[in-house]
């Protein structure tokens, strides 16, 4: 007997990966060493989309969720004991640049919405952290991003719908930041459009990518823009 699939959208979750890393990583140098390059924030808008769908695919096919949680808590430490001084601020206070929180939070925040959506009546209660940290910190993304979260879950089997739903969310969660393009402005975040054919033409590269290895490019890209940064201004 044939099973349907736990996801009716790409499931080549390694591309897709190299793919979010590659736009993380040049939207960050772009951030911190050519802020007026319009090209790199426009590519680096393709990153988020992605992670977050591969939470969602990650979730559904994972065999250990709480080994998956752990490495996303550990990364995501190693890699707030960088991402402060590597992205946001170019001073080093405390509390305040600690509290700035990495995307990995969000992907735990994420991931902790879809454990309690599995199961409502019994992991309710993984939502108040995350409301708790959204509402007194603050999460990269925000509500807006969480919501991502939630529709790539509830239309994985609804593909047309996911896609609807999902450019819907791409053209309203905009926060102001314009890119001018000639004489007209366009809201950066819009070009997360740009995240869509990865996600719903299905590909099968069969690239194989090491989780912990992914996982490491993110606290040492952040070092090394950090090292970078203070060689190159002090």
């Known amino acids: ?3 349907s699939p736990k996801i009716r959208q790409n499931t080549d979750t390694d591309f897709l990966k190299i793919v979010a890393v590659i736009s993380m990583v040049l939207d960050h140098v772009g951030k911190v060493f050519f802020p007026d390059n319009v090209v790199l924030s426009i ?5 988020f989309p992605l992670f977050a769908y591969c939470i969602v695919v990650g979730f559904l096919y994972t065999r250990n969720i709480k080994r998956y949680l752990m490495r996303l808590l550990v990364f995501g430490v190693i890699s707030q004991l960088i991402y402060p001084w590597a992205l946001r601020s170019n001073s080093i206070s405390f509390p305040n640049n600690l509290l700035n929180l990495n995307i990995f ?3 735990i925040a994420g991931l902790l919405i879809l454990l309690a959506i599995q199961d409502l009546k019994k992991r309710w209660w993984l939502i108040l952290p995350v409301v708790a940290v959204e509402l007194f910190i603050g999460l990269d993304y925000g509500v807006n991003g969480l919501a991502l979260f939630v529709i790539f879950y509830l239309t994985r089997n609804k593909r047309w719908l996911s896609f609807v739903l999902v450019l819907a969310w791409m053209c309203l ?3 102001g930041d314009f890119i001018m393009l000639q004489d007209f402005g366009i ?3 819009f070009f997360a459009i740009l995240a869509l054919p990865f996600i719903y033409v299905h590909t099968n590269t069969h690239l194989k990518l090491n989780k912990y290895i992914f996982y490491a490019i993110y606290p040492v890209h952040l070092l090394l823009i950090f ?5 190159m201004y002090g």
């Not at 590519?43 to 990153?47: D, E, F, N, P, Q």
């Open 173 to 175: 969660e905009l926060p």
């Open 43 to 47: 590519v680096g808008r393709i990153a």
């Open 227 to 231: 090292v970078f940064r203070i060689v």
């Open 105 to 107: 939070f969000t992907l």
């Open 187 to 189: 809201d950066k975040q």
């Open 1 to 3: 007997m044939n099973q």
